[in-house]
């Protein structure tokens, strides 16, 4: 289990791999490789439907993980369930593409400029297919939005932290709260929260939360968390095996209307059982991590920020090409604050080739635009970035030579 020090769980990696892009998909600590492997080897079985002694054992462990979800973000059982998909792409689709928005009485879909293409593009799609006008908000410097600029009678769909500089969406239970008040729906894309500032989301009151396990230290595999009185707004027609109790030539019986079964609304067809269960696993491990962990992941993104204000500048999210011009220094960190994510350009220098340089140091960050498009090319002009995503994996020794390649680079 996880020892005094983080990089136990880690032990696999090689010394020289650095791994920077937990943003992306985090590694996988060993007891998570280790519940995986115990399913298929021990008892590698289906859930919901079978009566040998592996499939009870399955069933049990995937019903815990439901749970330890809920506890994880201090949700009520009573006032919510767990379905579990793909990645928050899927859900944040399975959930837009069946609103049922005439029912809900909706006329507006609602999204922040600085939101992943998850969110982006399925609410451009909702706007199209259920003719509702879409209004994309600005989003402050401190993550936060601002209340009267979402409009009555919205379904809001906002992350709850950024995959550029994890800002998180600091009055979120304001948001919550005014959306509610106004006639509206909310739901959270969790994707960035989970791991390291799911914080946020305890006890909110948002309608759907959609996160990524495989950002949360768990293997591959999505997840909705969603308020039982929400459901009944969402159409069920993607459909298929596992959600049905009974078939008849023309019609059939769906499970979710037993409400112990409501999660099998968005379980269509077989399920990643293996990896639900090793959610679990990574739930239990994110809630025991030491206090000196935790400690050190701080002081590595302190570090990290302390050297670019000292060599650049930085708070650069929202700066124009000319607000970034007058700045000191050729690095420009776009972080208002240190984060477990954060993005950078050097002024003359393809991110692209940096990316390869650090590479060749053992450095493994990622490059681009991070599926930003629209706020990071077409609104703010920035050149593609360099994005350092920080874990639970990575040593003090790392940073530093992180920060030496950087001053090379320099
Ligand atoms: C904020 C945010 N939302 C959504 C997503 C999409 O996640 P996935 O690719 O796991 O569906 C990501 C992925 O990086 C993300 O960072």
């Not at 379904?155 to 950024?162: D, E, F, G, Q, T």
Request: with cysteine; net charge neutral; proline share 3%.
């Amino acid at each position: 289990m996880f020892k005094k020090n983080s990089k136990n769980d880690f032990s696999y990696l090689n010394e020289k791999d650095i791994y920077l892009d937990g943003a992306c998909q985090s590694l996988r600590p060993l007891p998570v490789i280790e519940t995986l492997e115990t399913y298929y080897k021990e008892h590698n079985s289906c859930g919901e439907r079978v009566k040998y002694k592996w499939g009870r054992i399955t069933d049990e462990k995937v019903n815990a993980t439901r749970e330890k979800v809920l506890n994880y973000l201090k949700l009520k059982k009573k006032d919510y369930f767990v379905s579990f998909t793909l990645n928050t792409t899927y859900g944040l689709n399975l959930i837009l593409s069946q609103f049922d928005a005439k029912k809900a009485k909706i006329k507006y879909i609602v999204t922040s400029e600085v939101e992943h293409n998850s969110p982006f593009l399925s609410t451009i799609s909702f706007a199209r297919k259920n003719g509702v006008k879409r209004k994309v908000i600005a989003r402050n410097s401190d993550g936060s939005v601002n209340l009267e600029d979402i409009p009555k009678n919205s379904l809001v769909v906002l992350n709850s932290a950024s995959n550029i500089d994890g800002r998180v969406l600091k009055n979120i239970k304001e948001v919550i709260k005014k959306v509610h008040e106004n006639s509206g729906y909310i739901v959270i894309d969790a994707a960035q929260t989970m791991a390291h500032s799911s914080y946020i989301l305890e006890k909110c009151d948002a309608d759907a939360i959609c996160f990524s396990a495989h950002k949360m230290y768990a293997p591959s595999l999505g997840g909705i968390i969603m308020k039982k009185s929400f459901e009944p707004l969402i159409e069920t027609s993607f459909i298929g095996g596992g959600m049905v109790d009974d078939v008849e030539l023309d019609s059939y019986l769906l499970s979710k209307d037993n409400p112990e079964h409501l999660y099998t609304k968005f379980e269509a067809g077989l399920q990643a059982w293996g990896e639900i269960i090793a959610l679990g696993s990574a739930i239990d491990w994110l809630e025991k991590i030491p206090k000196a962990a935790k400690k050190t992941l701080q002081e590595n993104e302190q570090k990290v920020f302390d050297f670019f204000e000292k060599y650049g500048s930085v708070g650069e999210v929202d700066k124009t090409i000319e607000e970034r011009r007058l700045h000191k220094g050729k690095l420009h960190l776009l972080n208002y604050e240190p984060s477990s994510t954060m993005s950078f350009y050097v002024d003359g220098l393809d991110s692209h080739l940096l990316g390869e340089a650090l590479a060749e140091e053992g450095i493994m960050t990622r490059t681009g635009y991070f599926c930003v498009h629209y706020y990071l090319d077409h609104k703010m002009h920035f050149p593609p970035l360099v994005r350092l995503s920080f874990g639970y994996q990575n040593t003090p020794e790392q940073i530093d030579k992180l920060l030496e390649a950087l001053k090379k680079v320099l």
